[in-house]
């Protein structure tokens, strides 16, 4: 990576945040003009959630990630524990049957093509910088370049959120540093302490029933959390007064 291209890529970061401190949010908005795509988001991994969304630029951005939160499928998840997944066209057969519910249902909310940057560092996961076009199209060698370099850069702003926090762990962080639905996460934990099932069974029952009732992910456990839904041992869900 030349440094020309990072220095390039840190004025078009300074002109985004007009001399202010670089954000998350700066980051998505840099990467959504160098890429040539239409929306941006990043989230990151918690200890008791696959993922959570810190910041996304649209609604259809807000749209997919809710999306890959309750599907728990994807190029966004796969990116989380592997290298970048860079999918230049979601209708053909080879994602659909890699992404055989995700694919289809990104297509009918208008993503055509999704790039998914992991963030990470050494061995540490962070999260995912993902990337969407509404057109099928792959992104550029130049492109990508940029992105690589904005996603080490989006590395860096939440690790040194992080550490202004206090936090010490890389599965954990605190709420009001721009997590937008808590709640899951919330949720989850309530299922394992009432059931005593470890974070993926009760993350499993929170998307089987959102998914069997066609619902967001983040409503349904907003409804746990309310103690307006309950879900039972068995998975058999019940409506009852908080």
């Known amino acids: 990576m030349t440094s020309d291209r990072r220095l390039r890529l840190w004025a078009a970061l300074g002109d985004v945040a007009r001399g202010g401190a670089v954000t998350v949010d700066h980051v998505c908005a840099a990467a959504v003009s160098v890429a040539g795509v239409d929306s941006a988001a990043v989230a990151v991994i918690l200890e008791a959630t696959p993922r959570e969304l810190v910041y996304a630029t649209d609604q259809t951005a807000l749209d997919l990630e809710d999306l890959t939160l309750t599907l728990g499928e994807g190029p966004c998840v796969d990116a989380t524990t592997g290298g970048p997944v860079l999918v230049a066209d979601l209708t053909v057969p080879e994602c659909r049957n890699r992404w055989p519910v995700f694919a289809p249902a990104a297509v009918r909310a ?61 599965d954990q962080w605190p709420e009001g540093t ?47 959390v309310a103690r307006r839904l309950f879900l039972g041992p068995a998975g058999t869900p019940g409506d009852r007064d908080g």
């Open 178 to 224: 721009g997590l937008h639905h808590p709640e899951v996460h919330q949720a989850t934990g309530m299922i394992m302490v009432q059931f005593g099932v470890p974070a993926a069974v009760a993350l499993v029952r929170l998307r089987a029933y959102a998914y069997s009732r066609d619902r967001r992910l983040r409503d349904v456990a907003a409804d746990v």
């Open 110 to 170: 208008g993503v055509c093509a999704v790039f998914a940057l992991p963030l990470r560092v050494g061995g540490i996961s962070l999260g995912v910088l993902d990337l969407y076009r509404a057109r099928a199209d792959d992104l550029a060698a130049e492109e990508l370049a940029d992105v690589l370099v904005l996603a080490d850069t989006a590395c860096a702003v939440l690790l040194d959120g992080a550490m202004r926090h206090g936090v010490d762990r890389d």
